[in-house]
């Protein structure tokens, strides 16, 4: 039986992630996500059906996630369940994330 891998990025795509600091001439949200991006596409390289990914956005300006009626989950959505990721998937991703209009939520559980 073949090793079974899931990978979950949890991304923050908070109104502040729109900003540029630190002298870069792009986003942090941009900024951060090279680093994704590349982990992603290394992944869907691999042509593994058994390396799975996912992604959570944090601060999103919606909520959709399983748990989205407990006020404790808002602003939490899930942009892609745990799958086999392909190329289309990275397209759609890319349209997805992007800084929103919101920086209220983040991933904190409170028990």
């Known amino acids: ?14 109104k502040s992630m729109g900003e540029c600091r630190n002298g870069r001439s792009i986003t942090d ?21 058994t390396a799975t990914i996912g992604v959570v956005g944090l601060k999103t300006d919606e909520t959709s996630n ?14 892609q369940d ?3 990721t392909l190329m289309s998937d990275i397209r759609s991703l ?11 939520g983040d991933g904190k559980l409170s028990y």
């Open 66 to 79: 399983d748990l989205q009626d407990e006020e404790s989950y808002s602003n939490i959505s899930v942009f």
């Open 29 to 49: 949200l941009e900024y951060a996500m090279q680093y994704v991006w590349d982990r992603i596409t290394a992944t869907v390289a691999t042509g593994r059906k």
């Open 82 to 84: 745990i799958q086999q």
């Open 1 to 14: 039986m073949a090793d079974k891998e899931a990978t979950i990025y949890i991304v923050d795509v908070g």
């Open 94 to 104: 890319r349209e997805r994330i992007k800084p929103n209009k919101t920086d209220s």
